[in-house]
């Protein structure tokens, strides 16, 4: 199994889940995402996709799905899954697609970050909690957005090169609660992707946190 995290993220985000897939028998690995963009992060993942032997089930959460897709056509990547997540097809970009559908308050929620290098996103403490992680504790919140990794700017007007093969097998999670991407949008790209979906009722986009043994469900049935 190999977990990309999400934007603002690191690979703790994925602890709970991973501790049942370890439990369950499975080798996991949930790497870094260096969040500078689509084409970047692509190329760098696709260097810890070598160094992985065996069959492989790619899950992203979130911006990754972007990225999960990029990667599909990597050898022996056997299945895809998709959690709360952008699955996006060639020449999109996630500013698009998420603007696409109402329901996602991600914008008003983010600041940037001007460097001599470039432009970053990153996450109001004071006002993201509620947007990203309505469903779990706001001390967990509160720490994870204290603990943020912001993200290249550019990544979400960046267009996707690739469209996910159409006869490797899909699987999307979607939370019906989520507030960064619009549920909408998410079943829309799902159903288009010929996905597999499971709808977590009132889970946040979060959900990897919140929900991590229905999240692990749906990742042991894509290993199947």
Same mark, same amino acid.
């Given at each position: 199994m190999v977990l990309l995290h999400g934007a603002y993220a690191d690979g703790s985000s994925w602890s709970q889940v991973i501790t049942r897939l370890q439990g369950d028998g499975y080798n996991v690995v949930a790497p870094a995402v260096p969040l +500078?963009? @689509?084409a970047s992060d692509t190329s760098y993942l696709g260097g810890v996709l070598a160094g992985i032997p065996g069959p492989k089930v790619l899950v992203g959460h979130s911006y990754s !799905? %972007? =990225? #999960?897709s990029e990667l599909a056509s990597t050898p022996d990547v056997k299945s895809l899954v998709y959690v709360a997540a952008f699955i996006p097809e060639a020449g999109e970009t996630l500013g698009a697609l998420n603007s696409q559908f109402p329901g996602s308050? =991600? !914008?008003p929620v983010t600041y940037t970050i001007s460097y001599p290098g470039g432009v970053d996103l990153a996450l109001n403490p004071k006002t993201a909690g509620p947007v990203l992680a309505a469903d779990i504790p706001a001390r967990v919140g509160a720490a994870a957005i204290a603990a943020q +990794? &912001? @993200?290249a700017a550019a990544a979400f007007s960046e267009p996707v090169e690739k469209t996910a093969p159409a006869a =490797? &097998?899909?699987?999307a999670v979607v939370p019906t609660g989520d507030h960064a991407i619009a549920p909408a949008a998410e079943r829309f790209m799902a159903k288009r992707a010929g996905a597999s979906i499971t709808e977590i009722d009132g889970a946040s986009h979060l959900v990897l #946190?919140?929900?991590p043994a /229905? #999240?692990?469900k749906v990742i042991e049935r %894509? /290993?199947?």
């Open positions: +500078r963009g @689509i !799905g %972007a =990225l #999960v308050e =991600l !914008g +990794r &912001p @993200i =490797l &097998p899909k699987y #946190v919140s929900q /229905a #999240v692990t %894509a /290993a199947r």
